[in-house]
């Protein structure tokens, strides 16, 4: 579909660590541990490559376990012998920090994916790190569950490394992050033993020790390789309505959230976002037709979910109604049927598929106070020119997480520089973060310092000694020693 873009190595530059190279006694031994079958050391492109097709790796050789004895085995077997490991679930991340960046071993967790239990009353899961998220979506509807997040990657991510991304996504307004729902973890550590540790009891409640699983979450797989999770899935809701509204002013949006907030109030589940070029991209790259006949600078798709389509639908027109009438929304559907519905979100998650065929994405994710939401795209746009194919803003409007992408047809390296660190100086000094959801890997390495204090960044590198003495878990990324 698209050609590999230019790396952006030009940019980011990475000395290969003194980790030992692969011998082929290493991957003798590597297959009395999983046997031979899961060992793959050709046709590695799909592997070593990221999802953006930005970074690409040179790995020779990628390790399938079934078990989490066999993963510690894998990192007792690596740390003895100094080989860095790459740990790898959908590779769906999008800062190249599920690649190599040089010959680092892959640990794909994709075969983990033995044990899966629910407990119906507590709504409680414990499941292996490597099911598809939507499968587990799947598995848990029949019993009356949801998984408490939803992203447009969830037909290929894996659900460990939603934990060590800390994914956010669209039911993050209701739900929270992973951190409102990982309850425990079972890890395995790049140790002398390759110890395999859990944390956490997976109670809802549980105050008796530091909530040490929690460092994992978002850690990027720094600290340790994910074998087990113990989270909280929320209940299935039997009344879902989606509502698109559009209007002229981004003042008005925030109005809008706020009355979504109190009108719809507990049934609110999402709240997003796509300005016109995001439409325009959708229309121009994927044929897609924008769902109202008038167009919006500022459109937004909110959903409920409830358990009473008569309450629920009664909140929903009440609103709908109340943003035409007092001029917040100048125009809005609700969706009549699952069909409208479907077309609504296929919308927004068809986004970030539609700017890749431009060429080169400059992909941000970033936090913001919600009064400079939308002034960066503005001030973005103003300061490319015609430089850039399409400066456009999408995302979790109800989170304050604005994804800003710019596209070229190549990388050029006088965009990037127009860019960086441009905009992350920008969103720190208004108080927001370079990354709320995407996270930092290779991408947003070098400006990891911004919106930081040092000591922080101190403390970050002696928790990683603690649990990867030398350092060889995903090396040259967010944590580097
Ligand atoms: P990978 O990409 O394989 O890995 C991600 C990171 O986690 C890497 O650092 C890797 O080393 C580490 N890791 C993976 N598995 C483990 C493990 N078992 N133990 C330790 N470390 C591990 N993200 C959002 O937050 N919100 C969104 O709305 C969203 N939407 C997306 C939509 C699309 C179309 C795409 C392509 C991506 C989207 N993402 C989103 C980004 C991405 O899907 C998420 O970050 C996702 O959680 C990554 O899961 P994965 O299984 O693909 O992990
Ligand atoms: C989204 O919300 O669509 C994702 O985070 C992916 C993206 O930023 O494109
Ligand atoms: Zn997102």
């Known amino acids: 579909m698209f050609k590999l873009s230019k790396r ?5 530059k990475f000395k290969r660590g003194d980790f030992a190279r ?21 046709e590695l492109d799909l592997y070593n490559t990221d999802w953006m097709k930005s970074f690409k790796g040179n790995s020779t050789c990628v390790l399938l376990p079934q078990t989490a004895q066999q993963v510690s085995a894998i ?4 740390f003895h012998r100094y080989l860095a490991v790459v740990p790898q679930s959908g590779n769906t991340g999008l800062v190249g920090a599920s690649v190599p960046v040089f010959d680092e071993i892959i640990l794909s967790t994709s075969k ?9 009353s507590s709504g409680i899961l414990e499941c292996d790190s490597g099911f598809i998220l939507e499968e587990l979506e799947s598995r848990l509807a029949p019993q009356g569950y949801i998984m408490p997040i939803d992203l447009g990657a969830k037909g290929s991510c894996l659900i460990g ?26 890890v395995a550590l790049a140790d002398q033993n390759g110890t395999l540790l859990e944390l956490g009891t997976g109670l809802r409640k549980d105050n008796s020790g530091l909530h040490s699983h929690h460092l ?38 925030q109005k809008i959230l706020r009355e979504a907030k109190t009108k719809l109030g507990e049934v609110l589940s999402a709240f997003e976002f796509l300005d016109a070029e995001t439409l325009r991209c959708l229309k121009e790259n994927e044929n897609l037709d924008k769902p109202l006949e008038t167009a919006s600078k500022y459109n937004l798709l909110i959903e409920t979910s409830g358990s009473n389509p008569v309450h629920d639908m009664e909140k929903v027109d009440g609103f709908l109604s109340y943003c035409l009438e007092n001029e917040l929304a100048k125009d809005g559907i609700l969706a009549k049927n699952q069909t409208e519905a479907s077309y609504l979100w296929k919308l927004r998650e068809t986004a970030t598929l539609a700017l890749m065929h431009d060429g080169y994405v400059y992909k941000n994710d970033v936090s913001l106070p919600l009064k400079y939401y ?21 995302g979790h409007l109800g989170d304050g997480n604005a994804h800003l992408n710019i596209t070229t047809k190549k990388f050029s390296q006088e965009v990037y520089d127009l860019l960086y660190p441009f905009i992350y100086k920008w969103v720190t000094e208004k108080g927001g973060s370079i990354s709320a959801e995407h996270g930092i890997g290779q991408l947003k390495k070098p400006y990891i310092h911004l919106g930081k204090h040092e000591k922080e960044l101190s403390l970050n590198k002696e928790l990683k000694k603690i649990f990867d003495p030398k350092g060889i878990l995903n090396p040259y990324k967010m944590i580097d020693l």
Not at 375 to 394: F, M, P, Q, S, W
Request: net charge neutral; proline share 2%; charged share 20%.
């Open 216 to 253: 994992f979450v978002g850690s990027e797989g720094q600290l340790g390789i994910i074998t087990g999770i113990k989270m909280l899935v929320a209940p299935k809701p039997t009344s879902i309505c989606s509502m698109w509204l559009g209007t002229d002013s981004f003042e008005k949006c």
């Open 374 to 394: 939308y002034e960066l795209t503005d001030v973005v746009r103003e300061r490319l020119g015609d430089k850039a194919i399409r400066v456009i803003n999408y």
């Open 112 to 120: 983990l994916r033995n044990n899966f239990n629910l407990d119906l």
């Open 8 to 12: 952006l190595f030009s940019t980011l």
């Open 75 to 78: 990192l007792k077997h690596c």
């Open 22 to 42: 692969l011998v082929d006694s290493d991957i003798t031994h590597f297959e009395s541990i999983v046997g031979k079958e899961n060992v793959k050391t050709t």
């Open 161 to 186: 490394g939603n934990v060590a991304t800390a994914a956010g996504g669209i039911r993050f307004i209701r739900y929270g992050s992973m951190h409102s729902n990982v309850l425990g973890l079972q």
